[in-house]
T-cell receptor, first 120, second 111 residues
Framework: EAGVAQSPRYKIIEKRQSVAFWCNPI?????LYWYQQILGQGPKLLIQ????????DSQLPKDRFSAERLKGVDSTLKIQPAKLEDSAVYLC??????????????????FGQGTRLTVV | KQEVTQIPAALSVPEGENLVLNCSFT??????LQWFRQDPGKGLTSLLL?????REQTSGRLNASLDKSSGRSTLYIAASQPGDSATYLC??????????FGAGTQVVVTP
């Protein structure tokens, strides 16, 4: 089974520039996550999709970050304009979990290799 | 506020010793808890998933326990090897599908 694919693996940009990351989840996984991991810290959830709808984006800095999940499969995360403090690893994850009415079925989350962003 | 804490932040043991990694969380109403391993410069590798109805989960040399009432999970790694050196992260599913992570425990196993 193919894992979660992310690209690019590394990106170096100057502050105020824009950047985009791409994620292809495991086939059939309805839930997709974007996490930000700053060096020495645990990953922080930026946004969670269920199919192509947003479930949680409470920690997404919406003045500069945006994300979309077209047709409930691939997803892109964009930063515009970037700041020095955006330097981090951006991780994409997916899981099979589905929310149906009052019943939640959560399953194991699988992560991609991440994109290391350096803003200079 | 729902929080996940991992103590210690770093741990060094000689090869062959058993590893004990701790994770505590502030809210007992969880869906599940997942342990991950992260190697330098790499993504996260899932080790074990414990559903809220389970008390423990085992895979090879790894065993994870869950005590919701006390808000604790422990990951045991038996007979540690240098290849076990990595950062171990605990993630708690407090609300449906939303994984909240601890800061991790960095483990070094010396030959």
């Amino acid at each position: 089974e193919a894992g979660v694919a992310q690209s690019p693996r590394y990106k170096i940009i100057e502050k105020r520039q824009s950047v985009a990351f791409w994620c292809n989840p495991i086939s059939g996984h309805a839930t997709l996550y974007w996490y930000q991991q700053i060096l020495g810290q645990g990953p922080k959830l930026l946004i969670q999709f269920q199919n192509n709808g947003v479930v949680d984006d409470s920690q997404l800095p919406k003045d500069r970050f945006s994300a979309e999940r077209l047709k409930g499969v691939d997803s892109t995360l964009k930063i515009q304009p970037a700041k020095l403090e955006d330097s981090a690893v951006y991780l994409c994850a997916s899981s099979f979990g589905k929310f149906m009415g009052g019943s939640a079925h959560t399953t194991e989350a699988f992560f991609g290799q991440g994109t290391r962003l350096t803003v200079v | 506020k729902q929080e996940v804490t991992q103590i210690p932040a770093a741990l060094s043991v000689p090869e062959g010793e058993n590893l004990v990694l701790n994770c505590s969380f502030t809210d007992s109403a969880i869906y599940n808890l997942q342990w991950f391993r992260q190697d330098p410069g790499k993504g996260l590798t899932s080790l074990l998933l414990i559903q809220s109805s389970q008390r423990e989960q085992t895979s090879g040399r790894l065993n994870a326990s869950l005590d919701k009432s006390s808000g604790r999970s422990t990951l045991y790694i038996a007979a540690s090897q240098p290849g076990d050196s990595a950062t171990y992260l605990c993630a708690v599913n407090f609300s449906w599908g939303k994984l909240q992570f601890g800061a991790g425990t960095q483990v070094v196993v010396t030959p």
